[in-house]
């Protein structure tokens, strides 16, 4: 068998099937198998590819067969799937390769019984590409767009409604780029400037962020288990659109911060290099083998001042009423912000747990605020572009919280931006070019406060 479609079956089948999340899949597969490297980016450019498409190649499946999509045997499924991404998107692989191979694999794979079905569903394809044509014409744009685009039709409406359709169009193009290496320099033991000289130095291809002071856009690189800065923590991946948040923070050297929903930690050790390791960050989620990640990061960028704890965010408040100088919600949210960078999200979402996210982060603000000193700070922010879940949620907190006061956020970022005079900041992909971000800064008022 082909061993780059057979790695990208069995991933495929993985996030399927298992629920596994694309990228961990594909690393975890890509570790374990001896493959030469244009057999890797051939994987990778399968699995992500396949992945993106997933209702879109369903949709196009179901032109071709009789039977529903989901009664088809597991891993025959993911075989059509895989051959008819490479039919209908990838100009460079013949199409009798993908057919070819597809029979091999079906052979190879336990379901040869089902080899001449796959063989004539993908002729078929090769054959009849018309029947795969998406619906065009009055009352069919938003059906079309979705299709053509490879998002779920009912995210595409609610963005057509909420946006426009030229705005919903250009978000759609937004997410189906590549997306660059973001990664943040660890001020602890490095600067930007000498970074980039030891990014150049090791052969990759990098600029400096627009949004963040700490920030480089690695437009090229190597395998990132040998990128040497990053495993030797004078950097750390994280989004440029993300780095902004612990400058809005704006952590000092000697506080106490809560970092309520702190996993992996991107946002905690750079809290942590903004106040110089000095201080203590208490970095809280309700995974533990995912503050198992916070330490680790900590511990490679050489971070003393983050300790971690097991804790529904809900209870915070409870537990540390009144004690922090400056506490962070990163709420729990849809992402929809980000979804360039997770191919399979966009296919997990669903309208209904999207609906009862903002009850649940206006809990989770709720009980951070308790913890916030007189005169401290209480940061929220989430990595989507839902107005329910960011002005709504910070609107209904603020009605039912007068101690607070809403600052003006954008006079926290850190470089100069459109969003300077912002109240609260909303960063959209398809107008700032970054991931779609929102981020809000309060300020506890103290009895000096209320006087004035």
């Known amino acids: 068998m082909d061993k780059a479609r057979e790695t990208a079956v069995r991933i495929l089948y993985e996030v399927h099937e298992n629920g596994a999340y694309a990228n961990v899949a594909l690393a975890k597969a890509l570790r374990q198998l001896d493959l030469g490297e244009q057999d890797r980016r051939f994987v990778t ?12 190649l369903d949709w196009i499946l179901r032109r071709y067969v009789s039977r529903p999509v989901r009664k088809i045997q597991p891993f025959v499924r993911e075989i059509l799937r895989l051959g008819l991404y490479q039919i209908f998107y990838l100009d460079k692989v013949p199409a009798s390769a993908a057919c070819n191979t597809a029979v091999d ?7 040869k019984g089902l080899s001449g079905f796959v063989n004539a569903v993908l002729r078929t394809a090769v054959r009849e590409p018309e029947k795969a044509a998406f619906p065009s014409g009055k009352g069919h744009a938003t059906e079309n767009l979705a299709l053509r685009s490879q998002h779920p039709e009912w995210l ?3 963005w057509v409604r909420t946006f426009g359709f030229e705005a919903a169009e250009k978000l759609c193009a937004f997410d189906n780029e590549q997306p660059v290496l973001s990664v943040r320099a ?3 033991r490095t600067d930007r400037e000498a970074l980039l000289a030891e990014l150049a130095a090791a052969g990759a291809e990098a600029e400096p962020s627009q949004w963040a002071p700490e920030g480089i856009l690695v437009r090229h690189h190597g395998a990132l288990d040998a990128l040497a800065p990053l495993q030797e923590g004078r ?14 923070v704006g952590p000092q050297p000697g506080e106490f911060i809560i970092d309520c929903c702190a996993a992996p930690g991107g ?8 106040m110089h390791d000095e201080g203590r960050i208490l970095a809280g989620d309700i995974y533990s ?6 330490e680790e990061n900590a511990a490679r960028l050489g971070i003393q001042s983050i300790e971690t704890e097991e804790i529904d965010a809900r209870e915070i408040g409870e537990q540390y009423e009144a004690m922090a100088d400056r506490v962070l919600v990163d709420a729990p949210c849809s992402g929809l912000g980000v979804l360039r960078r997770k191919p399979d999200a966009r296919w997990r979402k669903t309208q209904q747990e999207i609906a009862a996210l903002p009850d649940l ?5 709720e009980s951070a605020a308790r913890a916030v000193k007189p005169g401290g700070v209480l940061v929220y922010s989430t990595c989507t572009i839902e107005l329910a879940e960011n002005q709504g949620v910070v609107s209904r907190f603020l009605e039912q919280h007068p101690e607070f006061e809403l600052e003006t956020t954008g006079h926290y970022l850190p470089l100069p931006t459109k969003h300077a005079e912002s109240k609260m900041v909303q960063l959209l992909p398809h107008i700032d070019g970054t991931d779609g971000f929102f981020i809000c800064r309060m300020k506890k008022m103290d009895q000096t406060d209320k006087k004035g």
């Open 45 to 56: 450019e399968l699995v992500y590819g396949a992945v993106k498409a997933g209702g879109t």
């Open 105 to 111: 694999l079906a052979k190879g794979m336990g379901v």
């Open 156 to 158: 595409v409406r609610h």
């Open 186 to 188: 660890n001020t602890l």
């Open 235 to 248: 950097c750390q991946v994280q989004d440029e659109s993300s780095m902004l948040v612990a400058h809005v």
């Open 267 to 274: 946002k905690t050790t750079h809290m942590a290099a903004l």
């Open 289 to 294: 083998h995912k503050l198992q990640r916070i």
């Open 361 to 365: 982060q206006l809990a989770i603000l």
